[in-house]
């Protein structure tokens, strides 16, 4: 199984020190890859997310990826709808690049109606946004000039051309346990990204996609928040995961203050290494 830890960019914790001192560790510990999560803007008062401080996901990771080498860099999930491609196409091939081909796009449409309307972009068309702006992004990063007929998305791509693409294809997965979500991961891209999902639950899931898409290729992910009380009982989740067919985990400590956090993330590393590979 690969696993993952996701980074401390929410909350009071957060800061560019913690975020730098958490990428190291988690390289150091062997994880495989580093994941950030997306809110732009929230309602005040809103019950969750618990906390309005996001650092932005993508620079969170560029600056990640300056103080480390190895390690994978994933989004957990960023709400494609909610931006526009073509500067997010930008934005992600430029990071491919500078890490040198680690990142992996896990991607959502999104469920905040709120946050939608603050940015102006309509929240009963986000997927088909969704769906168009997979298909946009991937074209700019792929042709060379490019020409896209945009229907859904403000866009006039004719002849014309966007440097430097990615060094590497971005792999997407598809985050959301919808029947829209199944689809689209089955259809679209190179993975599914669930999320706070049983073993019970997740089981039939997998072997839905895995009848699907069979390939080696297709990566099976779910994201696990572990409230850091017992490392038998982490071992034992993670175990249950592996055997229903889940391939890659995505653990998020519950703790609220760096340094709690940080020797959370050592006692995953302990809790995850004889099922590591």
Excluded: C
């Amino acid at each position: 199984m690969r696993v993952g830890i996701h980074l401390p960019h929410i909350g009071r914790k957060a800061g560019p020190e913690a975020i730098r001192r958490a990428a190291i560790q988690a390289e150091e510990l062997g994880f495989d890859d580093a994941w950030t999560s997306e809110h732009i803007i929230i309602p005040k008062g809103a019950p969750y997310p618990p906390s309005a401080l996001f650092y932005d996901p993508v620079l969170t990771l560029t600056w990640a990826a300056a103080y480390t080498n190895r390690i994978g860099l994933g989004t957990s999930v960023l709400v494609l709808p909610m931006r526009h491609p073509l500067p997010l196409a930008k934005e992600l091939a430029t990071l491919q690049n500078l890490s040198e081909g680690r990142l992996i796009l896990g991607a959502g449409v999104g469920w905040m109606e709120a946050e939608f309307a603050a940015l102006g972009v309509p929240f009963r068309e986000r997927g088909r946004r969704m769906d168009e702006g997979i298909a946009m992004m991937r074209a700019v990063w792929g042709q060379e000039p490019v020409s896209f007929p945009a229907r859904h998305i403000p866009a006039v791509i004719e002849d014309m051309r966007m440097l430097p693409q990615p060094i590497k294809p971005i792999p997407i997965w598809i985050g959301g346990s919808s029947e829209a979500a199944f689809a689209r991961a089955v259809k679209l891209a190179e993975g599914w990204h669930g999320s706070r999902l049983s073993p019970e639950e997740a089981g039939p899931i997998v072997r839905r996609l895995r009848e699907q898409r069979p390939e080696a290729g297709f990566a099976i992910s779910l994201r696990y928040g572990w409230d850091g009380k017992d490392e038998g009982a982490l071992r034992a989740r993670l175990t249950e995961y592996g055997a229903t067919g889940v391939e890659h985990v995505l653990v998020e400590p519950a703790e609220r203050a760096l340094e709690y956090w940080l020797r959370a993330v050592e006692r995953v590393a302990r809790a995850t290494e004889p099922l590591r590979v």
